[in-house]
């Protein structure tokens, strides 16, 4: 059983930053491969940022590119989003996302490819 405890969300103005925080307990961290997600009211959960588990590669979507970035550090079972130059369409509930599951050592994407999920962190830009 994996235990995910987000924070670092709170209330920030147009162009500033924060920097979210993952800690994770229970199994092993550094075999997982680790992803950010974000719901916003109204709509679906969407991908922000993945990480693999081995060598540290990591991909993040197109609305975040040059403007978020995703960490990890094994020794602290702890799993990063620096976000910076944040804007109102950032707003949303923040999820950190794990997956034990076998698979290649890649970047996962959707929802389903994790079967580990943090209770969320919000996260409110204002104009």
């Known amino acids: 059983q994996v235990q995910l405890v987000e924070s670092g969300g709170g209330l920030v103005q147009a162009g500033g930053s924060l920097r979210l925080s993952c800690a994770a307990s229970?199994?092993?961290?550094?075999?997982?491969?680790m992803g950010w997600f974000r719901q916003a009211p109204g709509k679906e959960r969407e991908f922000v940022a993945g990480?693999?588990?081995?060598?540290?590669?990591?991909d993040v979507a197109d609305s975040v590119r040059g403007r978020f970035t995703i960490s990890r550090d094994n020794a602290k079972n702890t799993l990063y989003l620096q976000m910076n130059s944040l804007t109102p369409e950032d707003t949303a509930v923040y999820y950190c996302?794990?997956?034990?599951?076998?698979?290649?050592?890649?970047?996962?994407?959707?929802?389903?490819?994790?079967?580990?999920w943090g209770q969320g962190t919000q996260v409110t830009v204002s104009s």
């Open positions: 996302a794990a997956r034990s599951l076998s698979g290649p050592n890649r970047v996962y994407y959707t929802v389903r490819e994790y079967n580990y």
């Open positions: 229970g199994r092993t961290f550094s075999g997982y491969a």
């Open positions: 990480i693999v588990k081995i060598f540290g590669s990591t």
